[in-house]
């Protein structure tokens, strides 16, 4: 592999240390410079011209991506795009345009300038909106990665308590960030929530709501004609055992929570009320003549 190949594989960025025990000798990097096949950032950094700007910003600020930056780098959920740059700095001296976080002390990334999972998960409860943080934790969570009672662990005392209450929220299993989402709204309703409940004659449904109201959370591929056929049998076999079903898509789930929420509360007062029940048919005798 050349040293383009191999920076590319690193995000475009590497250290003279972690190029070296690749095998690449310093006469190597010397000539791929005098190439301008790769760049010198500064001192004991390298970057290829398609370099990750986050990463390179990280590397040039001496410090590590962390919180909703540091996310993608383990493939976790967020919410929306993290807009300023966070980074935990050597210095801990503010930088213009930089969300800075505190020291990391877990291991950090085996060769990026990224915090690790744990660092980046603490600063996330500490710094993000709850349900931003709520997004990223399920999904270390679910990827097995770290636990939640490891990280309660690591949040002592009162003034954590807010953010231990935002891993009370984390689910067994969440296979998307709409359902721990959902499931919170839900919950916070005063309703009793069920996920990934297996109906008969139906199969796997993402939650089951006081029993009686079946919610689908839908991704992009429900769009497609063959599985919007599925859903709509799937509909109809949960009818005939009496279920209802609601379908709610990644824009009612993030953006729009309280209108759900208003849906499915009116469902179940009109299932309270009766409405959903066998019309009766009140027998007309015929017109005298």
Known sequence: MNIENFLRSRHGAATTGTLLTAGFTRRMLT??????VVNRLHRGVYTSREADPDVVAAFRADGMLTCVSAARFYRLWTLEDP???????????????VVHHGVCVHPAHPYLPVAGVADVLIHALRCLPELAALVMVQSAVSQALLSTDFLKSKLPGNRNGRTRGTLDLVLPRADSLLEVLAHTHFT?????????VDVPGVGEVDCLVNECLIVELDGGTHLEPKQV?????????GMRGGLLTLHYYYGDVVHQPERMVGEVLAILRNREAGRFGPFRYIAVAPPST
Do not use: F, I, W
Request: proline fraction near 0%; aromatic fraction near 2%.
């Open 31 to 36: 000539k791929a410079v005098r190439d301008g």
């Open 83 to 97: 807009g300023s740059l966070h980074l935990s700095c050597s210095t801990g001296q503010a930088r213009r345009g």
């Open 188 to 196: 916070r309703a005063g309703l009793r929530v069920r996920m990934h």
């Open 229 to 237: 056929k599925k859903d709509q049998y799937r509909n109809n076999a």
